[in-house]
């Protein structure tokens, strides 16, 4: 696996990482926690060396199964997590970003997780009643402290990005992009080019339906939360069908399958880039890490821009709520 390096101060994981929520949160049933900590350990072993969780996956069991899994091995691996949310009664109960809550989340994190550091902390939403500056503040104190190396955000908006560097300086960022969802390209990412900072796209493969296993007739678990976001309605994954077809026509030419030739996009766009797909299952992981290692030429990288422009998305890809709290 090849390396990659995040923000200016030498974080440096693997080209992909592993977006661990899925194994403990979101997607319907729970896996076992030994087939989780066994898919690790595989990662590992495939040479992923950066792993994203949260204290709000579960909540709290996500963290606690890399805790579990990462102990006699955790000086090998990045491992990032998440503070923002206010949890009470096991839910998500709005974003509380205050100084002494930060504190709070760092400490119980580094419980969680059997570790003496967070090796990247991001703010998981932007909260408005919380200056960034303070933000920003509160982090840089604990990376003073030894408790956390790196500052991350997550969903954040370019002057935000820009108030809280001016502050501590910002190593990675964390939001969706990927084929279907390309908003960052017009104000995101010439913003991190110009600071230095690094990019974690997450749901590159659009929580699975770039994969093509995914189409009008999918039905989901009960408690799956695809089921709540627009733009997986089963009119929009019928609308949203040509982009997969065009993708797949390219994957077969290039003797892949659509899901690394989505995450070969990615990588190509910027050097600072690291994706971060999800996966409960090892064939899929496998799947996933070969496409680090798929070349593509300019030709290619025109003909799949190409394809992803000639298509008008149907589907807001949250509810009008929680869209409110991104780009803040």
């Not at 661990?20 to 040479?47: K, N, Q, W």
């Not at 990247?120 to 303070?134: A, G, M």
């Not at 659009?206 to 695809?226: Q, V, W, Y």
Request: hydrophobic share 40%; glycine share 8%; aromatic share 8%.
């Amino acid at each position: 696996m090849q390396t990659r390096t995040l923000g200016q101060n030498g974080l440096e994981v693997s080209a992909l990482g592993l977006g661990c929520m899925g194994m403990s949160f979101a997607y319907g049933i729970t896996p076992d926690t030994r087939e989780m900590v066994s898919l690790l350990h595989a990662a590992v072993e495939r040479g992923v060396t950066f792993f994203d969780t949260a204290e709000a996956y579960g909540p709290f069991a996500n963290e606690e199964l890399l805790g579990e899994a990462f102990g006699p091995i955790r000086d090998k691996l990045v491992i990032a997590t998440k503070f923002g949310f206010r949890i009470e009664h096991g839910k998500q109960a709005g974003v509380d970003s205050r100084p002494s809550h930060i504190r709070d989340v760092a400490e119980a994190s580094l419980t969680r997780l059997k570790t003496d550091v967070i090796d990247l902390f991001y703010q998981h939403r932007v909260d408005p009643n919380v200056p960034i500056e303070d933000v920003a503040g509160a982090v840089g104190d604990l990376i003073r402290e030894g408790k956390v190396k790196h500052f991350g955000l997550s969903e954040a908006g370019a002057d935000t990005i820009r108030r809280a560097h001016a502050v501590q300086p910002v190593t990675a960022l964390q939001s969706e992009y990927s084929l279907w969802w390309r908003e960052p390209e017009a104000e995101i990412l010439p913003t991190l080019e110009e600071l230095g900072i690094g990019f974690v796209p997450f749901s590159p493969l659009g929580r699975g339906f770039l994969t093509g296993k995914i189409d009008a007739a999918t039905k989901f678990e009960s408690n799956d939360f695809r089921n709540s976001l627009p733009r997986f309605s089963e009119e929009a994954r019928a609308a949203n069908q040509t982009l997969v077809d065009l993708i797949a026509a390219i994957a077969q030419r290039k003797r892949a399958t659509p899901a690394q030739i989505a995450l070969a996009w990615l990588l190509a766009q910027k050097p600072w880039i690291v994706p971060i797909p999800g996966t409960t299952k090892l064939n899929r992981l496998e799947e996933n890490i070969h496409a680090a290692s798929i070349d593509l030429s300019a030709e290619d990288l025109a003909d799949i821009t190409r394809a992803a422009d000639s298509v008008t998305i149907e589907g807001a890809r949250y509810s009008a709520a929680t869209q409110a709290m991104i780009n803040r």
